[in-house]
């Protein structure tokens, strides 16, 4: 399940197009070892930032060093999920807005509009930007900043469109791969492009509802269950698998799955109840492969689920990442090709996951 392959619609178009609420973030509900683990992971974080403001677990001299795009993305996801925006006249506010400063002077889209190309990231690293830029729209108070993000996120969608109508199987229609223009699919690239174009929507980029329609066909055909004469799954407590109809099942895979089709409006899917009805007795565990990566996908999806589901999650999401963060803050990766991914990976991640209950950016709000 790799992030980055190393050794986060126009409202009368769209069925999901509806708001997120926009009430004042409160952290009262979180607690005070929570709060402390989010507080050293932003320390430890803008720790990481390098003179030429990406972040990167290495101190690296050149412009555009390999996977920085996709890294700084995910470290200003980080940071701003707790609060920490480009505005603010703090270390964390100041480490954000020059990483933004990075992102758009450093990481240049293609002449098609790609961005995994510049570092090195593939569609990896282009979903995970999109996604970040979408998400700083209106959050900069630079009205030239803003033209600048709004511009990215267009062209990067336009090519997370065009990418998808590249002819595929009827397994792997609609979804996304490596590369633009990969015949294949895999729900851990899909579930990026997916999360990016819904972060678009939210900006006010107009996506069509043929794209949405196609995406949620694909991610339920990675549903493993039978289906019934209707085509409804008969096993409601089932995996989602990497590709359709076949490859790993874990709780990753699940989790993915179930966000990608929350994030398009199918909260109450056949699909979406089976998999948190899998996760509940399949929650993560350490010592899998991507846990870290499958961990966020778990907080998010199991919050959009609400009741039980929620609060089984967040338990066992806060319990685990409290233990596992370093003295210094950061989470390390530490099983299978995880582990080369990289504590300033994980420890975005770390922030993404336990975010849930902030609420301070609109992609993941309920």
Known sequence: MPVFK?????????????????????????????????????????????????????????????????????????????????????PEGRAVAKGLRFMTDNIVPNEEGYLGQSDRSRMYGHGIMTLMYAEMVGQTQDEEMDRKLRTRVERAVELIMRSQDVVKSEANRGGWRYEPGSSDSDISVSVWQVMALRAANNAGVKVPKSTIDRAVEYMKRSYRSERNPQGLPVDMEAAFSYEPYGGRQTFSTTAAGMLSLQVCSQYEAPEVIGGGNYLMKNPPSPTEPWFYYGNYYYAQAMYQRGGDFAAVARQKTEQLLVGLQQPDGAWQPRNGNERSAGPIYATALGLLSLSVHYHFLPIYQK
Do not use: Y
């Open 6 to 90: 190393f050794a986060l619609w126009g409202l009368c178009t769209l069925p999901f197009a509806l708001s997120f609420g926009q009430s004042a973030p409160s952290s009262t509900a979180v607690s005070p070892a929570v709060k402390q683990a989010v507080d050293k992971a932003c320390r430890w974080l803008i720790g990481q930032q390098r003179a030429q403001g990406c972040f990167l677990d290495e101190n690296r001299g050149d412009p555009v060093p390999q996977h920085s795009g996709a890294l700084t993305a995910m470290a200003i996801m980080g940071l701003t999920s707790v609060g920490h925006m480009p505005t603010d006249p703090t």
